[in-house]
């Protein structure tokens, strides 16, 4: 029998791709005109002999016909739900610098994902309150002024880092751009650090 298979933009891994920009590199054709979902159809090439990319319809059972899709323009994997299926989080205790004018903590993101079900990146999108950090932080006698990741957001290449209530607000959403999704079980750390002046 002729097979077709469908494609949406909007998932995942084309994270809503420009269907003009995703291509069937081998095993099968997209159907014009190019609507989302993307329909394609497979190979003929009037041979006889199948083959599981050139010649892979009509396919019979105990064939495996194969299609490389790809998108070229994808968006940044949105963030999953932080509702403990996709990631879990953790924030450390605050350690200090040696000047006594900074403290930091050590987020760690950890992908729940088994790779073998799901092989495609997913974001991450958090909510931690400072508050503590800067309460241990001033019980050293020192100043709190701000608050700053490391490494920098870079833009947000490789994540947000965001306050929900500027500019006396201690709540952050930090979520991951394209450089920190998670694959699987893949983990994802960052510092978060106050700053101010020294007792």
């Given at each position: 029998m002729d097979w077709t298979i469908t494609v949406d933009p909007d998932e995942?891994?084309?994270?809503?791709?420009?269907?003009?920009?995703?291509?069937?590199?081998?095993?099968?054709?997209i159907q014009e005109p190019r609507t989302s979902p993307l329909v394609i159809t497979g190979n003929s090439d009037g041979s006889g002999a199948f083959n599981e990319y050139s010649n892979n319809t009509p396919i019979v059972a105990g064939q495996v016909a194969l299609v490389e899709v790809c998108g070229y323009n994808n968006e940044i994997p949105e963030p999953q739900p932080d509702n403990g299926e996709w990631y879990a989080w953790s924030l450390?205790?605050?350690?200090?610098?040696?000047?006594?004018d900074a403290?930091?903590?050590?987020?760690?993101?950890?992908?729940?994902?088994?790779?073998?079900?799901?092989?495609?990146?997913?974001g991450w999108g958090i909510e931690i309150d400072v508050q503590p950090m800067i309460d241990a932080f001033q019980a050293t006698g020192a100043t709190f002024n701000y608050v700053s990741s490391d490494p920098s957001p870079s833009s947000g290449y490789e994540f947000t880092f965001t306050q929900l209530d500027p500019p006396d607000g201690t709540v952050f959403n930090v979520a991951s751009g394209t450089a920190m999704a998670l694959q699987g079980d893949d983990v994802q750390t960052l510092e978060v650090c106050v700053h101010g002046v020294a007792p």
């Open positions: 995942r891994p084309w994270n809503h791709d420009d269907p003009a920009q995703i291509q069937v590199n081998n095993g099968g054709q450390s205790p605050i350690t200090l610098n040696d000047a006594g403290g930091c903590s050590t987020l760690t993101v950890q992908g729940l994902v088994d790779e073998a079900e799901d092989p495609f990146y997913y």
